[in-house]
């Protein structure tokens, strides 16, 4: 997945020297992209201390730590490609991250944007147990018309949209272990009264156990049924922008 995000910016700039990843978290993005484009410094920003691991360990270039609006005048015009990988949809304020963007992004230059798609298929078929609702760290699902005007209107150019190659094929089986989660019996958790007892964890293995093999036929499905045909039929649970900064 990582090497392929990073090669959907070869038709465009198959030599960018400085690139940021927002939210990039211990940096294994930039660490595969490196191999992909090794003429190209990578940088990374995130609210956690994983980018300063990520720089300690040689990932990034530089970490930045803290929130990208804030950064972003200290950034202003330096980067080739600003990417943001799944991570839109966890900030409170979108459209300030995507001013943010065009800020660090050089005239020229490119922002690349991956989200999760809300006009899949599987968000109504499976409903509740769509993976990527993932409530409530998801906060704003954008439909890619909207981003795509959006973008327009703070002068970029959007020259490539993909929804096939971001899909990652997991939807069957995450549904089939969120609906069977739902069903068992309580895992022990702080909000709890109290731990659950020897005879509740024993029947929640035992159900899981039992729904093993539903489980894997949701995995060979969802990879080798439903994925080469995932675009045809709006089953995509993502997509991917590549903006030009006119």
Sequence with gaps: MYRGRAVSMLPHDAGPKTWLDVGTGHGHFCAVAGQV???????????TDGVELA???????????GAFPDLAPELAARYDVVSMFHYLEHSTDPDRELRAAREAVRPGGHLLIEVPDPESRYARLL?????????????????????????????????????????????????GWLALD?????????????????????????????????????????????????????????YRIVARRD
């Design 182 to 238: 739902h069903a068992a019996p309580r895992e022990d958790a702080p909000w709890l009264p109290g731990p659950p007892g020897r005879a509740r964890r024993a029947l929640r293995a035992a159900l899981f156990l039992a729904a093993a093999p539903a489980l894997v036929a949701g995995t060979l499905l969802d990879r080798f049924a439903v994925r080469p045909l995932s675009h045809r039929l709006g089953l995509s649970n993502a």
């Design 55 to 65: 720089e300690r360990e040689g990932r990034v270039r530089h970490g930045y730590r």
């Design 37 to 47: 484009l090794p003429g190209t410094a990578f940088d990374g920003l995130d609210f």
């Design 127 to 175: 409903g509740r147990w769509w993976l990527p609702w993932l409530q409530p760290q998801h906060l704003h699902f954008v439909p890619v018309a909207n981003l795509r005007e959006r973008l327009a209107d703070l002068g970029f150019t959007v020259v490539a949209e993909q929804h096939a190659e971001p899909h990652d094929p997991v939807d069957l089986l995450a549904a």
